[in-house]
């Protein structure tokens, strides 16, 4: 049974910092690219950043700067580090399992991110 576990949502003040993390299990880690998709209330779900197998990344034009995506193989884990946050930043944080290979794609359930004063 393939899971992806998100953490490490929560409520920030603008210019904050938070870290997401996304534990996959079920699937061989490696074989798969990684992605962060957010969705605000009203708002159509987009991507935020993606890490290929081989480490590559992407980020939206709207959090380039500031916005990390990393990948630990050992660990099964995908982190997102987000800095200088802002308001427009708020929305629900999911992570995607894809594999270009067989086009298998797998979600996590969510974490909330909330940046306000």
């Known amino acids: 049974q393939v899971q992806l576990v998100e953490s490490g949502g929560g409520l920030v003040q603008p210019g904050g910092s938070l870290r997401l993390s996304c534990a996959a299990s079920g699937i061989i880690f490696r074989f798969y690219a990684m992605d962060w998709y957010r969705q605000a209330p009203g708002k159509q779900r987009e991507l935020v950043a993606s890490?290929?197998?081989?480490?590559?990344?992407n980020y939206a034009d709207s959090v380039m700067g500031r916005f990390t995506i990393s990948r630990d193989n050992a660990k099964n884990t995908v982190y997102l580090q987000m800095n200088s946050l802002k308001p427009e930043d708020t929305a629900v944080y999911y992570c995607?399992?894809?594999?270009?290979?067989?086009?298998?794609?797998?979600w996590g359930q969510g974490t909330q991110v909330t940046v306000s004063s």
């Open positions: 890490i290929t197998r081989d480490f590559g990344t």
């Open positions: 995607n399992a894809r594999n270009d290979f067989n086009k298998n794609n797998y």
